[in-house]
């Protein structure tokens, strides 16, 4: 029972994590640190928005669907560490283990989808009822860049109040197998 819950909860914190780093350091200078937001919010943006442009056409582009190299130790040492305090509370230090490999396979899916998202190549994950809910999850995030921060699980956004199902107005949306539409219901 101790694991599953202590996998839940490191999911969830997780998801927690993406979240603060995609609003506060991807999307804006945090601290004077402003790396994580010029790749992201003014290069990766800029190429990919929600039209048409939303999938990779230029090759050149490719470098900047991933994060550099090293972000993925990195935020992923930095998770872990943040857990080392629960461990010492409750004197479990398989927590600190559980949310190091919850934090290593979720950022591993994160860049996964994210590559699939803006590279459709038909993969047999691309084919998933949950991918095309979370292609169109990330489609409105390209279109509303305060909205839908979550590209792996979109429980952060549901729970801090930026989840986006539906486009506010109708827009020339980007299309493909893939991708659900996510203009406005009609009235």
Same mark, same amino acid.
């Given at each position: ?14 998801? *927690? ?13 945090? *601290? ?7 790749? $992201?919010?003014?290069? &990766? ?11 990779? #056409?230029? !090759? !050149? ?33 398989? =927590? ?14 994160? !860049?996964?989808? &994210?590559?699939?998202? $803006? ?23 390209? @279109?509303?860049?305060? @909205?839908?921060?979550? =590209? ?6 549901? *729970? ?7 486009? #506010? =107005? ?8 893939? *991708? ?8």
């Amino acid at each position: 029972m101790f694991f599953i819950t202590a996998l839940v909860l490191s999911i969830i914190y997780v998801s *927690l994590v993406e979240w603060s780093l995609h609003r506060f350091v991807m999307h804006k200078p945090f *601290l004077g640190f402003s790396y994580p937001f010029e790749a $992201h919010a003014k290069k &990766h943006h800029r190429i990919f928005r929600a039209d048409d442009s939303y999938h990779l #056409k230029r !090759e !050149e582009d490719k470098r900047t669907i991933p994060m550099a190299w090293w972000n993925g130790p990195v935020l992923i040492f930095a998770t872990t560490l943040t857990s080392i305090p629960v461990g010492l509370l409750i004197g479990r230090w398989s =927590v600190v283990t559980i949310v190091g490999i919850v934090c290593a396979a979720y950022y591993c899916a994160y !860049e996964y989808l &994210h590559w699939c998202m $803006h590279l459709p190549r038909k993969r047999l994950v691309e084919r998933s009822g949950i991918f095309f809910r979370l292609n169109g999850h990330h489609l409105l995030h390209h @279109r509303y860049m305060n @909205r839908n921060f979550n =590209v792996v699980l979109p429980l952060a956004d549901a *729970l801090l109040g930026t989840l986006l199902l539906r486009s #506010k =107005v109708r827009f020339a949306q980007a299309a493909g197998p893939s *991708l659900p539409d996510v203009q406005p219901l009609p009235r």
